[in-house]
């Protein structure tokens, strides 16, 4: 049995572990316990598992009349879960995070059923905070996060699974599709599925710069509901990117593991997933955090990455397209410091996550 919902950071992680279990197990029964109105309801069945929906909601971190309903939709959830382990038996419950694990987490302690929980972030969530205590293992994708965790958590460092693209593409192939020489320089930017604007504005200062530079690729993201206006506003300044084959903006990249595998410096945003991918594809980067995420997990995410090395960081405030261009020019310029980057980027990346996350299922449901 498989939880965790919400958002994409906790459902995509648990997806590839149930996809790890059906690749090593074709005959494995795997079920998705989440939130009929989250994420998850719509991204499991099409993702081919049997999708079971239960009541859960967050609680606010300050007393609130809605905290009552979410504790009473918390317990509905807790008897939905319990009955359904019942009935299904599962020989291992694994949880990724958000609100909806919650229950599911502690009908399986009641039910004496083994729990794996994975957290994604530097800085653990709240609810796999509290979940650790119960589970038999809290498998780690940052070692910082074990700082946050109760002593009586048991931990293991495996990483987060990431896409079996990323890790197949070689980045030769990938810059000999997209026409780049030995000794071009890619430079590529995007602020997540949505974008960002922060991030859409100070770019606008690096396509000014390097708009006339030889041997200098800069690739962009908007995002979708960026994407227009952002094309306009540059058309208003007279720049013109049809005659500019050095700059290409999109609105999305949808064949990413491509574009990072041949990419020399990489400006985003600082989730979970991202820093995995450009981790085991050892990408050095520039992290400009997104400052709203809960907890302010990309915060803690962004300098794990920096105190090793492998990362720059640009707080979301401080972001300004002067910032930005001078932090990109240092880079481009020090040939040794972009390939030391490189280097701590590929160290701290672990390809192999999800074979040990499998491993340790398996452990689990043999007891």
Same mark, same amino acid.
């Given at each position: 049995?498989?939880?965790?919902?919400?958002?994409?950071?906790? /459902?995509? %992680?648990? !997806?590839? /572990?149930? #996809?790890?279990?059906?690749?090593?197990? %074709? #005959?494995?029964?795997? @079920? *998705?316990?989440?939130?009929?109105?989250? !994420?998850?309801? $719509? !991204?499991?069945?099409?993702?081919? @598992?049997?999708f079971y929906a239960i009541e859960a909601a967050g609680l606010k971190r300050c007393f609130t009349l809605s905290n009552l309903k979410a504790l009473f939709r918390a317990f509905q959830g807790l008897g939905a879960a319990y009955r359904l382990l019942g009935r299904l038996s599962p020989r291992v419950v694994i949880g990724t995070g958000g609100y909806v694990a919650g229950p599911v987490v502690l009908a399986a302690w009641l039910r004496r059923i083994p729990v794996l929980i994975h957290e994604q972030n530097a800085f653990p969530g709240l609810t796999n905070r509290l979940l650790s205590r119960l589970a038999q293992v809290t498998a780690l994708t940052f070692p910082e996060a074990a700082r946050y965790l109760p002593r009586r958590a048991r931990v293991v460092v495996t990483g987060l699974?990431?896409?079996?693209? /990323?890790?197949?593409?070689?980045?030769?192939e990938a810059r000999k599709q997209m026409g780049l020489k030995e000794g071009d320089k890619l430079l590529l930017s995007f602020g997540g599925s949505r974008?960002?604007?922060r991030i859409n504005e100070a770019v606008k200062e690096l396509i000014?710069?390097?708009? $006339?530079?030889?041997?200098?690729? =800069?690739?962009?993201?908007?995002?979708?509901?960026? *994407?227009?206006?952002? =094309?306009?506003? =540059?058309?208003?300044?007279? /720049? $013109?990117l049809g005659s500019r084959p050095n700059i290409k903006v999109f609105p999305y990249f949808y064949h990413i593991a491509d574009y990072l595998a041949a990419a020399d410096l990489v400006i985003c945003r600082a989730g979970a997933a991202t820093l995995a991918e450009l981790t085991c594809l050892g990408r050095p980067a520039i992290l400009i955090p997104y400052p709203y995420a809960t907890g302010r997990h990309q915060e803690y995410n962004a300098r794990a990455l920096a105190d090793k090395g492998a990362a720059v960081v640009i707080e979301d405030a401080e972001l300004t397209g002067e910032r930005l261009l001078s932090e990109v020019k240092r880079l481009l310029t020090s040939p040794s410091k972009l390939s030391r980057m490189a280097e701590e980027s590929r160290r701290l990346g672990k390809p192999e996550?999800?074979?040990?996350?499998? $491993? !340790?299922v398996v452990r689990l449901a043999r007891g």
């Open positions: 049995m498989v939880t965790g919902g919400g958002t994409g950071g906790h /459902i995509y %992680p648990a !997806l590839a /572990i149930a #996809q790890g279990l059906k690749k090593r197990f %074709p #005959q494995a029964e795997i @079920f *998705y316990l989440g939130t009929a109105e989250g !994420l998850e309801a $719509d !991204l499991v069945p099409k993702a081919g @598992f049997p699974p990431v896409r079996e693209e /990323i890790l197949n593409v070689r980045r030769e974008g960002a604007s000014r710069y390097f708009r $006339d530079k030889e041997g200098i690729y =800069l690739f962009h993201a908007t995002g979708q509901g960026h *994407y227009e206006s952002f =094309l306009g506003e =540059l058309e208003a300044e007279g /720049i $013109d996550a999800l074979n040990l996350l499998v $491993d !340790l």
